[in-house]
């Protein structure tokens, strides 16, 4: 079973972060970005929660849609401090010039 699931979280993770990277070529926002990527680790959660509750047929199944979330969540804040490193980096370029 983990044959399945282990890639599926990996395809989630790069989803997450491609449907985030084109949501930061639109509107230019890193910030943004974050955002949507943490909107789409519960949406992502959820859809894996159910997949493997069909595949599995066990209730405590839903444990590895939880799982799923936290490292997507993870991804998110991992952006999100990216996002503020590339804010504060710009501000002290801005002020030393």
Same mark, same amino acid.
């Given at each position: 079973?983990?044959?399945?699931?282990?890639? /599926?979280?990996?395809?989630?993770i790069?989803?997450? +972060?491609? *449907?985030? @990277? *084109? #949501?930061?070529?639109?509107k230019?926002?890193?910030y943004? %970005?974050?955002f *949507?990527?943490?909107? /789409? %680790?519960?949406? @992502?959660?959820?859809?894996?929660?159910v997949?493997?509750?069909f595949?599995i047929?066990?209730? #405590?199944? *839903?444990?590895?849609?939880?799982?799923l979330?936290?490292?997507?969540i %993870? +991804?998110?804040?991992?952006?999100?401090?990216?996002?503020?490193?590339?804010?504060?980096?710009k501000k002290?370029n801005?002020v030393?010039?």
């Amino acid at each position: 079973m983990s044959d399945f699931l282990l890639p /599926l979280m990996g395809v989630f993770i790069v989803i997450a +972060n491609i *449907i985030g @990277f *084109i #949501f930061y070529k639109k509107k230019k926002n890193l910030y943004f %970005a974050a955002f *949507i990527i943490l909107l /789409l %680790a519960v949406l @992502f959660g959820a859809i894996g929660g159910v997949l493997t509750i069909f595949i599995i047929k066990d209730a #405590f199944a *839903i444990f590895y849609g939880m799982q799923l979330g936290q490292y997507l969540i %993870a +991804n998110s804040v991992i952006v999100f401090i990216i996002a503020i490193l590339v804010t504060v980096i710009k501000k002290y370029n801005n002020v030393k010039v």
